[in-house]
């Protein structure tokens, strides 16, 4: 299983918020660049990457920053936020990300995204955020009556990546990840699905493996790498070995 450092973009900065609210920010480097190099010096095969302001206003806005990450380390990246056009995947694809995110996109075009899926075959991500068992889009400003499920068996069958599930009560709390919501979601599509949102520590990081035979491909964890307490280096050991190093 694939543990992914997760770099969030707001202003040109890498910060972190807490349940997704864009105004309860810490603020972790002015170069998120250094950080993108930190986190593959230190082992990850994949980083993960959040356009906040592009979530918000539905357009890239990060782009430059975006542009030096993709230039300072060789491993693939996800990104998601304001990806909404076939104008920006193909730009985007075209600086050389590995994978995009759609998530409001999903809900309000699903045609759009299967047309993606039909022009980049295994690149994109379905993003699945939820709060209380509903789907919220926008930056996560806005819930629509839709559960996760419901979401994720639309696009079932279409070549889509993997489903990037993240509950967004936990998101920055380091209060532990929904394991229970994430194996069922798993067990229930035959798209492979990403963990995120709560990860604090090691232990939650040994909790997540077993959902292995379930369908969980990968973890997502942010806010416990920046704060310390989730060393990068130890957490990818564990997960490829299954056991604490």
Known sequence: MIVIPAIDLKGGRCVRLKQGRMADETVFSDVPEEMAVKWYKEGAERLHMVDLDGAIQGKPVNKDAIKRILRAIPIPVQLGGGVRDMATLEAYFGLGLGYLILGTVAHKDPE?????CDRFPGKIILGVDVKKDRVAVEGWTEEVDLTPLELAKRFEGLGIAAINYTDIHRDGMRTGPNVEATRALAKAVDIPVIASGGISGLSDVLDILPLAKDGII?????RA??????????AIKVAKGGKRV
């Open 112 to 116: 759009f995204v299967k047309k993606a």
């Open 218 to 222: 990968g973890m997502i964890t942010g």
């Open 225 to 234: 790498l920046y704060d310390g307490s989730l060393d990068l280096a130890e």
